[in-house]
């Protein structure tokens, strides 16, 4: 559905929910192997539609083709693909065992759709995070109602035509436009609400939410801090940090937000990581600025904000060790590595989401936890190390939505494990079956047998012989 008037956006919205509305009883009717028929148009649509998606990315901030395979349409086939094969598992009702009150009855646990959903997704990954979260919506029965990003106006677009494409009107919409819509549509009584986005915003979400005692799955962010530490493979640890930071132009939930290195190897950490920035976002050579691997800011809004962090950090003592040229026309920042950041500065306090990384060095690992437990409780931490004593203290000591062990970012395509924050960085998990638990209500189911029922000595009237019966029940706990 195209954008649309302000003046006519709040009827069309309410006239589009009640048609879900309308149809929830044949929804919640329907076989599975329709959700499955749905699926399948959805992965042949994406499969026929590849180039439209790389031209929409590219459009919307100059994301290269490969990247969009490997971060956006990859992820949301994998999802598909789980989904098609595993559903009757996970649709199927799960046994649940009797304690010694219940003997005699039969109990399991029945997976049914929340009902009407709503989907609002972000701009950095605009066609991955709206479309991962409809798969595990549509796998579980769900009907959904979409809206994507104004600031990806193209992908934006895409996702319209797609929606369009593959399902009934009654089944999913998209609505396309600005804050507005977004305010509409969370003023009504939806089932579920699954937003992707800034804790702030969140923060809104969950309070509209609220009113409508809607329950919400929240995937946010905060930073997310790396810890380097002296036994650490330095020139493993400085590649795989450099792809994860810089891809997407910084613009990545789970991107290394900040690093904490330990002293002893601080400098060879930083030299490993002006080599692999060049090696992987300039071709080899030192020309960003032109290089087809290297994605721009998504707007004049985001390319200020984080220019001026980079400033403000920079006047109040921090070193650039590693940095270049910056265009406002193009949207260009050239990727940075700052060391000598303080504790206390903007950039330490404001989640990045550009491509700037600082680089804070410590002497003993306690300082790197005290570091990390004095902010929001981040999306994802990552440990680069050797040593299992240190490994073990920073999962005891601190608590983050995720944590990957000589990595990053790699668990967001683990479907076997669920994804989410914690607190400040979210509420809920997402991905393969923990998907499809976010957008179900596992509905208990309990059958009692005919006849006389184990709890029945306990009926009133109560006499002498029900309180000695009594008695002797509760010493059995």
């Given amino acids: 559905m195209q954008a649309i008037a302000d003046t006519d956006v709040k009827n069309v919205i ?22 499955k ?42 999802e598909i693909k789980l989904a098609v094969s595993s559903l009757e598992t996970w649709a199927q009702p799960r046994k649940v065992d009797a304690p010694i009150t219940m003997l005699g009855t ?7 759709p929340r009902g009407i959903c709503l989907i609002i997704s972000p701009w950095n990954y605009p066609f991955s995070l709206a479309v ?19 600031l990806t106006p193209h992908v934006s677009a895409v996702l319209s035509r797609m929606v369009k494409d593959i399902f009934p009107v009654n089944r999913v919409s998209v609505f396309e436009g600005g804050p507005e819509v977004s305010q509409h549509l969370l003023k009504l009584p939806f089932d579920h609400i699954f937003f992707t986005g ?96 290297y994605c721009r800011i998504v707007n004049e809004k985001h390319f200020s904000r984080v220019n001026e962090l980079l400033k403000d950090t920079l006047y109040h003592g921090a070193k650039l060790e590693f940095g270049g040229s910056i265009d406002e026309a193009t949207r260009f920042i050239h990727p940075v590595i700052l060391s000598h950041v303080p504790v206390d500065a903007r950039l ?50 601190t608590s983050s939505g995720a944590i990957c062990i000589n990595d990053c970012a790699v668990h967001f395509l683990q479907h076997n494990l669920p994804f989410g924050g914690v607190n400040n960085s979210g509420i809920g998990s997402s991905h393969g079956y923990f998907g499809f638990q976010a957008f179900s209500h596992d509905k208990p189911v309990m059958k009692q047998k005919g006849g006389f029922t184990s709890i029945q000595p306990f009926y009133p009237p109560y006499t002498s012989l029900s309180k000695k019966l009594m008695d002797w029940f509760l010493k059995l706990f």
């Fill in 198 to 293: 800034s804790p702030a915003i969140g923060k809104v979400v969950m309070k509209a939410a609220a009113e409508n005692l809607t329950s919400v799955t929240l995937e946010l962010g905060g930073k997310s801090p790396t810890i380097v530490t002296a036994s650490a493979n330095i020139k493993e640890a400085a590649q795989r940090i450099a792809v994860a930071k810089f891809i997407n132009n910084g613009q990545t939930c789970v991107a290394p937000d900040y690093i904490l290195v330990d002293e002893s190897v601080k400098q060879s950490l930083i030299e490993e990581l002006k080599l692999y920035i060049r090696k992987h976002f300039a071709a080899g050579g030192d020309v960003f600025d032109t290089s087809a691997s």
């Fill in 132 to 150: 991962g979260p409809l798969v595990s919506a549509i796998a579980a029965g769900n009907s959904v109602i979409l809206k994507p990003s104004e």
């Fill in 106 to 112: 039969r109990s399991y646990i029945q997976p049914e």
């Fill in 14 to 35: 309410h006239e589009a929910f009640k048609l879900h509305h309308d149809s929830l009883h044949v929804m919640r009717t329907e076989p599975l192997r329709q959700r």
């Fill in 37 to 78: 028929v749905y699926l399948k148009k959805l992965r042949d649509w994406i499969h026929a539609n590849r180039t439209l998606i790389h031209e929409a990315a590219y459009n919307d901030f100059k994301k290269p083709a490969v990247e969009v395979d490997g971060t956006e349409i990859f992820h949301v086939l994998s």
């Fill in 348 to 397: 330490m306090e404001e989640e990045i989401f550009g491509p700037i990384l600082p680089v804070i060095s410590y002497t003993h690992i306690d300082e790197a936890v005290q570091i990390i437990n004095t902010k929001p409780k981040a999306l994802a931490l990552y440990i680069f190390t050797r040593s299992k004593s240190d490994r073990r203290k920073i999962i005891q000591e």
